[in-house]
């Protein structure tokens, strides 16, 4: 457990790391280790700061053996991204360029075909839920394409075969007469 007894200086120094930090994680930390000096309970700041009790024993922990530095999380958890700086700036790079510039038959990008390109390109391959999030965290959106022939055919004629369409459902049929 923490020594209940803090400094002014060791206080002010929390109190100051606190209030100066964006990461959520730190405030949380040095929240953690002033309620403890406060005299607050295990039990009690776990379910005050919405965390586990083990979490409040590992912050205490760091805080007891680094200090200051204790209260920092070292690393982001999990593997490192292969989303280099290097395939981010291909990525933007690709979005931003119509697919028939570069040489394909197609017009608009899909996630699978701007996958392989970035492949072809980088020789780093991310599947298309990853390459989502990182188009995401680079600031694009994505959706499906609507396919429609608007634009690439003849309105006029579209328009007199749909009219002509709409007779010819409203005409009765010629019935098939049954031998009795």
């Known amino acids: 457990m923490v020594s209940r007894k803090l400094t002014d200086k060791q206080w002010d120094a929390l109190d100051q790391m606190r209030f100066s930090t964006r990461d959520a994680k730190v405030f949380r930390n040095a ?8 005299g607050n309970s295990k039990p009690q700041i776990a379910q ?12 205490r922990k760091g805080y007891r053996q680094r200090g200051l530095d204790g209260l920092v999380p070292r690393t982001s958890p999990g593997r490192a991204s292969r989303a280099t700086a290097e ?3 291909a990525l933007r790079e ?3 360029t119509q697919p028939q510039s570069l040489g394909y038959g197609f017009s608009v990008w899909s996630l699978a075909r701007l996958a392989q390109h970035l492949k072809r390109t980088t020789g780093i391959s991310l599947g298309e839920d ?8 680079e600031g694009f959106s994505y959706q499906r394409p609507k396919h429609t022939m ?31």
Request: charged share 30%; aromatic share 4%; glycine share 4%.
């Open 31 to 38: 929240t953690i280790i002033l309620l403890s000096a406060a």
């Open 48 to 59: 005050e700061l919405g965390c586990s009790p083990a979490t409040v024993d590992n912050v």
């Open 87 to 89: 395939y981010r700036a």
């Open 94 to 96: 690709a979005v931003q």
């Open 130 to 137: 990853q390459l989502g999030r990182v188009l995401r965290a």
């Open 150 to 180: 608007k634009g690439k055919r003849d309105e006029a004629a579209y328009e007199r075969a749909r009219r002509r369409l709409k007779t010819l459902k409203k005409k009765p049929s010629n019935p098939v007469l049954a031998k009795s």
